[in-house]
T-cell receptor
Framework: DTTVKQNPRYKLARVGKPVNLICSQT?????MYWYQKKPNQAPKLLLF???????READTFEKFQSSRPNNSFCSLYIGSAGLEYSAMYLC??????????????FGPGTRLTVL | GEQVEQLPSILRVQEGSSASINCSYE??????FPWYKQEPGENPKLIID?????ERKQIQELIVLLDKKAKRFSLHITDTQPGDSAMYFC??????????FGKGTSLTVIP
């Protein structure tokens, strides 16, 4: 199974409320990523887990949390959603390939709308 | 982080002609450059990639070129078909885990 699964596919949240998005893969990939995608913008890397080590981008450090309880699961947590968090959230996973190639597999995304 | 610029943002071509998308990057440490195709309602899927030790790679109608000196890479789709209509993203991979994407190109192939 070479799929990355995301739940839920659509999420409606109120301003100020927490949001928790889930991603899973059964490919035994060591790295899992979360991207934020807004219309007409590039997917923006928010954070990634390499094994159990969390790496967060400097400009999103305080806005997003994540946990990876095991190799297969990774969550993205927003403590207090703001209107600016409305976006598509893409999860991806990868492992090192031949010659250093690290192919990413993407999930279908979770569309978050904050009202 | 790395900045990846992708142009054009919108591209319309006649069926059977070629389509070209250009990307540039800033970090000379970038060593892997994948291209993704995203169709409506679908997740991005890898279609072709190139590593920094190559200048050209072709898979069927897809050609990617890499100019490390200029920090540019490009995707060329020859003999385009309506099924090639989609959003295309380039990305630069800096080191083992970090991927940075361009803003995407919306390609429409006109029958």
């Amino acid at each position: 199974d070479t799929t990355v699964k995301q739940n839920p596919r659509y999420k409606l949240a109120r301003v100020g409320k927490p949001v928790n998005l889930i991603c899973s893969q059964t490919m035994n990939h060591d790295t899992m990523y979360w991207y934020q995608k807004k219309p007409n913008q590039a997917p923006k890397l928010l954070l990634f887990y390499y094994d159990k080590i969390l790496n967060r981008e400097a400009d999103t450090f305080e806005k997003f949390q994540s946990s990876r309880p095991n190799n297969s699961f990774c969550s993205l947590y927003i403590g207090s959603a703001g209107l600016e968090y409305s976006a598509m959230y893409l999860c991806a996973s990868s492992r090192p390939g031949l010659g250093g190639r690290a192919e990413q597999f993407f999930g279908p995304g979770t569309r978050l709308t904050v009202l | 982080g790395e900045q990846v610029e992708q142009l054009p943002s919108i591209l319309r071509v006649q069926e059977g002609s070629s389509a070209s998308i250009n990307c540039s990057y800033e970090d000379s440490a970038s060593n892997y450059f994948p291209w993704y195709k995203q169709e409506p309602g679908e997740n991005p899927k890898l279609i072709i990639d190139i590593r920094s030790n190559m200048e050209r790679k072709q898979i069927q109608e897809l050609i990617v070129l890499l100019d490390k000196k200029a920090k540019r890479f490009s995707l060329h789709i020859t003999d385009t078909q309506p099924g090639d209509s989609a959003m295309y993203f380039c990305a630069a991979h800096t080191g083992y885990q970090n991927f940075y994407f361009g803003k995407g190109t919306s390609l429409t192939v006109i029958p």
